[in-house]
């Protein structure tokens, strides 16, 4: 059930109060408190979500090992498992940036990167010149940057692109007919060579993924490098906001070439974009928690569940599914988030997850695996940010193999972070706790 907070919470980040509000100032000729709450009510309502989360039907009915779970996962998203697709997995910088640079170098037609982060830095630098000579040798290059998470890319990686020959791009640049859309930002990180191989996960192009998360500079994530059919949804995305960003419409064999078979894995990508009124990686991981029977491993640095996902946590604890959650600790960038997801531990241990904090380094990718046989790697945080106001990918497999080796690593995370018991979340301390409450406002927003 939604708490009195949250209803109470929803109901200040409403609209149309504020603007009854400011007529009845506008009434009472106080014009400088009416511009005020005008300004207000503006702002609640370009901030409302447009995305509406599933609140029925997540009764615990299929289990990941049925047929028809994978029917239903298909129809329920609108995206069907292709087979025929290999999956690569890649932890850390020190693996997945080669790995990218490689394919770039062998790159014989197109590339296409979108990404929310993309800085200024040394290995900004080094994929900017690996892009610009593959522009230089004829290869078509296109690259869509979110305007704000990329913001401080620098005057000196957009001049060796665009002099490179790559065409550059801005997603949902902030212009004043375009407020309505000003939360709206692309999250996705891909990059597809030659249509046939993609890349996605947590990581985007700055120096601080670099190295293999030896200090509190280089940050734990993990990449995914897949060939095949599935590549063509990553494509898909790419090109449906490249069209509405630029008006140009990507086509031709080389961006699309023909699917073909390159290994034995039936892979989903799912594109998620609150412009559709339902998040569909919200919707994966709902069914996904919901069919469980034995266990939910999950790791996400940003992890501020609602109502409806707290419930489902219980209702799996309660059947007897052990839920372990792994989330970034001290080391985090995003303190909001972080204040927001710690006040929450307390309805989590009662549900009985187990809570884990990451405190090497910021933990930053985002995966989940269910009863060691379905799991899925993506963009995706486990928030509101992401469900509702960003665009998002997300490549989930039924497979075992690939779901031990990603538990596999999950474990090793595991046995160096720091366990969150209810006591130790009880004495956190006055000051903290306020923090927290005042965070909470904006829950809905991170």
Known sequence: MKTAWTRIRRLLWSWWPWALLCVYFIDQRNWW???????????????TPIEFPPQYGLDHGLTVGDPEFLNTMAGAAGVPFSPGNSL?????????????????????????????????????????????????????????????????????????????GCHVAWYNPIRWNHLRRLNNRTHRKSLVVDGRIGFTGGAGIADHWTGDAQDDKHWRDLQIRIEGPAVRPLQTGFAQNWLECTGELVTGPHFYPAPSSVGDLSLQTIMSSPETGASTVRVMYCLAISAASESIDIANPYFVPDHVSIDLFRDAVKRG??????????SNDTLITRFNSVRLYGALLDAGVELYEYNRTMMHHKIMMIDGLWSTVGTANFDNRSFSHNEESNVSVLNEAVTRELTVSFERDIAVSERVTKDGWKHRGLPHKTVEALASFVQDQV
């Open 33 to 47: 408190a009416a511009f005020g709450i005008a300004i207000w009510s503006g702002v609640c309502s370009l901030s």
């Open 88 to 164: 690569k997995l890649l932890n850390n910088g020190d693996r997945f940036y080669p790995a990218m640079l490689e394919a770039i170098e062998q790159a014989k037609h197109t590339i296409t990167i979108e990404a929310y982060i993309y800085w200024a830095g040394e290995i900004g630098l080094q994929f900017a010149r690996a892009l610009a000579a593959a522009a230089t040798r004829g290869v078509r290059v296109k690259i869509l940057l979110d305007a704000v998470g990329s913001a401080s890319v620098g005057s000196e990686i957009l001049k060796i692109l665009e002099t490179g």
């Open 321 to 330: 599914v052990r839920v372990r959650v792994m989330v970034a600790g001290v």
